[in-house]
């Protein structure tokens, strides 16, 4: 393997969380809730993921209970901006608190338990493709997944006719609820979908990225990829190019830092999360009086009768 | 569910009181569910810290950069202005005023010291604070994001000041400074305790902020930003200049908050100066209904529960983790117990729409 070979993988596993996360959260958006919470349900799906992956022995299992403990606290979520109409933006952080303290309860065992991670899945004769062959062919599920999922979403949003009437909600809730579309049923929806997509993203932290627990793992990776979507201009492909963009900055820190670049270490660790303001403001700048996000993003919405 | 005309004032004093209730039950419920017996936690959690005089002196030295903070982040959100960054403005003060204690260290100072501290961690706090003011106002760059993203930036900053050029040299390679000098360091309020001049200072902000919120044509911009833009645009009152004042009095609060600190509990600078102040004083400023005195009591009472947290992480082995499961659900119930300000609820038969 060569050292080229070697950094294009460690740079697809750091994009992949992201860009799951960040598909996800597009969707939420695009039905126009705007859930900062990503963080807290993304940090609970890689503690509930490993803590069921290490009592009951099966990897899979873990990531089963991951998303359904994102899809959990997300429904928490919607019961409070749909139910009860609340400030979405509080209620987000309010979620993402409330994510990382149940996960350090939920990880408070598991702590320090090393296990085997999600192993890679080889595609026969493919994989032996030079270079080529190790980069596509050669890669864990979830890579694999989270391509499946920006294409699905992409599909599902511009070319079916549920995922018109998502955007529609996302657009002019008011329209869509006087033409008879369950505003609030598609977002709860979307919400849950965000959820589940959060809590695989922090299975993949904690059985493939780094296979064991260690609180507050997700270290800022919730809330960089609801940036992604800002910067993706809540396209999905976009999104996707954001998220290598941002796993590829962060594995070049790393590179940098091992190859000497005489700046302290804690400037390269603190640069993607700089990269993050930079690309907003630049994304801003080159965006100015073109689209923004959908037009009813983060206002709640109450059906009169 | 319908909107109300108006609120009931006795409403907007119920809502926390019946949020503060539901944490409570959430509470049982789930220390029965770690194994604890619950009447002896929630005696730990809420009774416990203010049962003697050194658990009170804590308890308010754990309010005070806990309301410092909240006050700030009140006005911002009062205005619509998103910031969740106060953790780094807290640090950034710290670390401005501990870099005027580390380079005066060793030689004696005149009592102008401690007050220069104060202005400098104010300012710098401010300053931090209005970075993601200006890029919103500038370039329209979301200023939840851009807030929190310098909160990691501020916490690696103050890691390479303490493990780099400000590192103690005869502090066997610690990660901390030097221990400030007596003039650098507040003043007690009362001998044996912890008690310092931060508390007072605090309180004396309380009311200054009760009056410009209520009383002033600024606190009336501010409210009127958030709660009627387009009213406010009309009155020809700026809204990127709101936005920048906004920012730099949430900015300045959190540093000196931090200022506070550094120099009156901790009395040095280390990479664990903040137990998380900024972002549990988000919960404090929701608790308070976003209103000066209403912080005073939800940082006191959320202070009470940080105690009573690590008093049960030692007397009961409960996670410190815990603590942060009862904040957010707190937040939580608060949140949704506003709802029942702005709405009446009825029950009507489910139709199709």
Redesign the interface.
Known sequence: MTLLEAIILTVITASTPLLIAAIGELVVERSGVLNLGVEGMMIIGAAAGIAAAITTGNSWFGVLIAILAGMALSLVFAALVLGLAANQVAAGLALAILGLGLSGVIGAPFVGVQREGIGKIEIPYLSDIPFIGEILFHQDPFVYASVALTAGVWWFLTRTRAGLVLRACGENHAAAHALGYRVLRIRLLAILFGGGCAGLAGAYLSLVYTPFWTSGMTSGRGWIALAIVVFASWLPWRAAVGAYLFGGLTILQLHAQSAGVPLPSQVMAALPYLLTIIVLVVIMRARRGGAAGPACLGTPFVPDR | ???RSETPLWLMVLSPLIAVGLTVLAAIIMFTL?GKDPARALYVYFINPISDSWGLQEVAVKATPLVLIALGLAVC?RANV?N?GAEGQFLLGAMAGGWLAVITHGSTQGPWLLPAMMMLGALAGACWALIPGV?RTR????E???S???V??AE??L??LV??PWRDPGGFNMPQTVVFEPEAILPLLMDGGRLNIGTPIMLVMVVAFAILMGRTLKGFQIRLVGEAPRAARFAGFSEKGLVLTVFAISGALAGLAGMLEAAGTVKQLQPGISPGYG?TA??VA?LGRLNPVGCLIAGIFIAITFIGGENAQIMLRL???????????L??FV??C??LL??RFRL?RE???
């Open positions: 569910m319908e909107k770690l959100y998103w969740i890029l370039f329209g760059a979301n939840i994001l851009t929190l993203m310098l990691y930036v690696y900053l890691d390479y493990r780099g972002f988000i919960i929701f996670p410190l983790d815990a603590t942060r499961v009862l904040q957010g659900l937040l939580f949140l949704a506003d709802s702005l709405y009507v139709q199709r729409a």
